[in-house]
Each structure stands twice: as structure tokens, then as C-alpha cells.
């Protein structure tokens, strides 16, 4: 948001302060989003987001939206999306091959509330008919679906934000607790979530280099069909930290959070997670970026589904990273940490990750963009201990002003040493898009 319109009271330095205040509670809350919730619910462009089978939704420009309605701003879209997938149903021994086809429309607009705050929202629908399985052919909400809403209310010496985001979770994947045997004959290829984030939260700056905030989410998440809802839950979080500016490069702090699960059905454990600990962001340079958080997590689960998983958690979980702009074109970056995910069938994951991505703009209609990460699992209950590959490369040729062709192949591996729930995956998909 722009701060540069704050009241006319507060002076240029004033008005500076509040916009770093703004940056690092930002990257505060990100970072202990990843370490107080559950993966699934990560989303967003943090630095040190969970690793995934594919890059994460990144927010649209402005540029993209070319219809005006007054102070409206919006977009229309129309696409063919094309995809071949070895293995529909992530399995190991009865791999089902088939390719999908169809029609998808996107829509969004960006509304200014006011001269801080801005209302976003991108949805994509369409369906997809499968060829020789045409049984799981279903409507299908594209994975770049997505909305914003930010408020923010101004007080002395700080404000008050009030937000909505939600997401849509199309791949079976993203849970790593998932695979053939996990999943007891649910076909996975139905997989299809929606999370609902909603809550408020406040930062205060009672001196130039001290930041306090704290906060409150509400998240929904729910199956899109009748799959799956067993994992059906709301989260309850409280979070709170506070940020020490050291200079302009070496910011530190501490952040703890409260996450209090319920489930939907009688199926999973409902719980609660807690975890404490500090945080540190250092600019090493104009090109390089680090930043780390180490904290003490526990998890308790109430042993009121019917999974029979009387495990808990207690231990340290961290995140670090290392992120280098290479030119105006490239940038690359280098994560890896420890944290707790979702279990299916099982109270949590304990996942240790390692991924490392890549950016490259080749040229003003060319874009590319990959990823390759490692995860090593545990799974609380079945004692599951796996390995999984995840590798994703893509990119985007702009044909003209109006269209768009998109590739991108998407590799999935895991390796259990539980009989039958391995899996590979490989999906290639095109689409051709036109902006109206």
C-alpha cells in the first residue's frame, strides 16, 4: 500500500518508519505462518514458503487488467487447457495414463477501497473431460484462483488490518502424507480444496526501531466434492512477535503462535499446535537476501477420531534461506527447514525439505521458471517414512498482445517404505489463452 497519502501530521521520516513497519511485519507473520500452521494452509509469495510440486500463485499486475468501469479495473480470459498425466490416480502398481482437454474462463478485478486499500479477486473456472476415464471428469477451479482484501485503520503510532485471502488446492500432491495406500482406494484425481483465510491483526511502533504485532485468523478449508472430507476443519490462530531494527540490512525478532484445530467429521484428531522461537532477516547485499527462524513446537491431539493416532509433537521445527538477484531478468533462491504438516489417516507429517527454485525473464514474451525440491517425511501413526522428488519446469510465450501459450511439465516421485504407497508421476500440460 501506499504511504506516501498518511496523514499530513506524520513527517517524511514518520512516513518512511511506517512503511518498514509495514515490510517487516509483513515478513514476520510470513514467517511464522510457516512455522505455527499447517502446510497446506501456506500460500502466498513468502520467501521461506513450504516447498511444492509447483511454483506458487504469484499475485496478478496491474498491466493484466485492461477493462475499466470507472474506478474498477478488470480482466477477461479465455483458454484451452490441454494436459497428459501418466498417472491420474498416484498409484503404484495400476497406473492410470489419460489426457484431459477444456475450456477454462477467467475473470478478476482490482477495486481501489481507497487510497490505501485495495480489494483483488481472480477466479478461474472451466471443466476438464478426460478421455478414457471420463468418470472423473469434473468442473475444475483453477489452482491460480485467488483473492485478496486488505483494510487497514490508522491509529497513533500504528494500525489495524483487516484481511480475506482464499485459495483453491487442486493436487493431491501438496499433501505429502497422501498416496496410494494412504488414501484406501479414494480415487486421488478428484482432489480438489478450498481455504478460506479471514482474520485481523495490528502492528505498533512506540519507537523508531521497535515493532509490535499481533493477530487472529479464522481459515476454513473444505473438499470441492465428496473426497476427502474427512479433512474438512477450521484452524483458530494467535499469533503475536515483536521486531527489533537494528539497522537498515539486520532486523531480529521473536514470534510465537496458537493454532487450535477442529475437524468436520469424527475421522481426524482435532488439536492444538504452539510454537515459539526467534527470527533474524539480514541483507547481505543489494543482490543477496538471508533470512532464518529456529523455534520449540508442540502439537496435542485429542484422540476423538476414529484414526487411533495417539501421537503428539514436541520439538524444534526452523526455516532458512538464501535468495540472489542475479540481474534484472534472473533470480534464484535456495530454501530448506523442518516443519509439521497435515496427516491423513494420521495426527501430523513431520516433513524435512530442501528446495531450490529458479526465475529467468529470456525476453519481454518469454518466461521461464523452475523448481526442484527433496522431501524426507515421517508419518505419525502408520511409522511411514518416505523420500519425495518434486521437479517443475515451465514457461510462458507472449504471441501477440492478447495471447498466450504456457508448457510446463511437472514431475512427482515418492519413495515409502511402506508396500504400496509409492508413486510417479509425470504431467505435461499446454494452454492457450486469449486476454479480451
Known amino acids: 500500500m501506499n504511504y506516501s497519502s498518511a496523514p499530513k501530521k506524520r513527517t517524511e521520516d514518520q512516513s518512511r518508519s511506517v512503511l518498514k513497519a509495514k515490510q517487516l511485519l509483513v515478513l514476520g507473520i510470513g514467517i511464522m505462518t510457516v512455522m505455527a500452521t499447517k502446510a497446506e494452509a501456506q500460500v502466498g509469495e513468502d520467501f521461506l514458503s513450504r516447498t511444492g510440486p509447483t511454483p506458487p500463485y504469484r499475485s496478478p499486475q496491474p498491466n493484466r487488467y485492461n477493462l475499466k468501469w470507472g474506478e474498477l479495473t478488470g480482466r477477461l480470459t479465455g483458454s484451452v487447457v490441454a494436459e497428459f498425466n501418466d498417472n491420474i490416480n498416484l498409484s503404484q502398481n495400476n497406473q492410470v495414463a489419460d489426457i484431459s482437454i477444456g475450456p477454462e474462463l477467467g475473470f478478476g478485478f482490482l477495486y481501489p477501497i481507497s487510497d490505501r486499500n485495495v480489494l483483488q479477486l481472480d477466479i478461474g473456472v472451466g471443466y476438464r473431460w478426460y478421455l478414457n476415464s471420463p468418470d472423473v471428469s469434473t468442473i475444475t477451479v483453477s489452482p491460480r484462483s485467488s483473492s485478496r482484501l486488505d483494510y487497514y485503520l490508522y491509529f497513533e503510532e500504528g494500525r489495524v488490518n483487516l484481511h480475506d485471502i482464499f485459495y483453491v488446492q487442486v493436487s493431491p500432491v501438496d499433501i505429502a502424507a497422501l498416496g496410494p495406500g494412504a488414501a484406501g482406494g479414494v480415487n486421488l484425481s478428484k482432489f480438489q480444496r478450498f481455504v478460506n483465510t479471514a482474520g485481523i491483526s495490528s502492528d505498533w511502533r512506540p519507537a523508531k526501531q521497535w515493532v509490535f504485532y499481533a493477530g487472529y485468523d479464522y481459515t476454513l ?24 531494527i537494528a539497522n537498515s540490512r539486520l532486523t531480529v525478532g521473536a514470534y510465537s503462535a496458537f493454532t487450535y484445530s477442529t475437524y468436520m467429521q469424527n475421522v481426524q484428531n482435532d488439536g492444538w499446535n504452539f510454537s515459539i522461537g526467534p527470527r533474524i532477516s539480514y541483507q547481505l547485499s543489494k543482490f543477496v537476501s538471508l533470512e532464518a527462524s529456529a523455534g520449540w513446537t508442540t502439537s496435542d491431539y485429542f484422540d476423538n477420531g476414529t484414526i487411533a493416532d495417539q501421537s503428539n509433537f514436541s520439538s524444534f521445527t526452523y526455516q532458512g534461506g538464501i535468495k540472489h538477484t542475479i540481474n534484472k531478468r534472473t533470480t534464484h533462491a535456495l530454501r530448506g ?11 501430523f507429517t513431520d516433513t524435512y525439505n530442501l528446495q531450490y527454485s529458479l526465475n529467468w525473464l529470456a525476453s519481454q514474451g518469454i518466461s521461464i521458471y523452475s523448481t526442484l525440491a ?41 519413495d515409502s517404505q511402506l508396500a504400496g504407497n509409492d508413486y510417479i508421476q509425470n504431467r505435461i500440460t499446454l494452454d492457450l489463452t486469449r486476454q479480451f
Open 221 to 244: 478449508d473444505r473438499s470441492l466434492n465428496s473426497s476427502f472430507r474427512s479433512l474438512d476443519r477450521d484452524d483458530h490462530t494467535f499469533s503475536s512477535g515483536v521486531n527489533y
Open 337 to 347: 527447514g523442518r516443519s509439521l504438516g497435515l496427516g491423513y489417516g494420521s495426527n
Open 374 to 414: 527433496y522431501e524426507h517425511i515421517d508419518v505419525s501413526n502408520n511409522g511411514e517414512s518416505a523420500a519425495r522428488y518434486l521437479f517443475n519446469v515451465g514457461t510462458g510465450f507472449r504471441l501477440s498482445r492478447r495471447w498466450t501459450l504456457g508448457a510446463n511439465y511437472t514431475l512427482s516421485m515418492k
